[in-house]
């Protein structure tokens, strides 16, 4: 009998279990800050595209400058925020009402092997002011 009391009471103590628990915490730990970097730079390239989509379309938007303008002004802004870290190509439309739409689509960085596959496409508008 004492030695089923001696086989129980090992397998009750708690020594070594945190040499166990640490690997199974820590992965989640990881994969959860990857998930969070990954988002944070998906809303900062997105955020930036964006704000770079509306600069050219208002600077095509002015008088004198051409859609093309505007569409090389995106570019310029988006090598200039990100430094050429994505691959973004931008293209300015007129359409008949005046409104001027600069389109920038790019490839998404990623972080770890989890995040989206596609690119992303955002567009800014302008109306011409020699429309008006």
Do not use: K, Y
């Amino acid at each position: 009998m004492p030695i089923r009391r001696r086989a129980g009471a090992r397998l009750r103590e708690e020594h070594g279990s945190a040499v166990a628990e640490f690997p199974l915490v820590a992965v989640l730990v990881i994969m959860i800050a990857l998930a969070v970097i990954q988002a944070a730079l998906i809303l900062h390239t997105r955020n930036t595209l964006t704000d770079a989509a509306v600069q050219g379309a208002h600077h095509a938007a002015l008088v004198g400058s051409l859609p093309e303008d505007g569409a090389e002004r995106a570019e310029r802004l988006i090598d200039r925020q990100l430094g050429g870290a994505i691959e973004a190509s931008a293209t300015a439309t007129e359409a008949a009402d005046g409104t001027i739409t600069v389109e920038v689509t790019a490839t998404l960085p990623l972080v770890g092997l989890f995040g989206p596959s596609q690119g992303l496409r955002v567009d800014g508008r302008a109306v011409d002011e020699e429309v008006w």
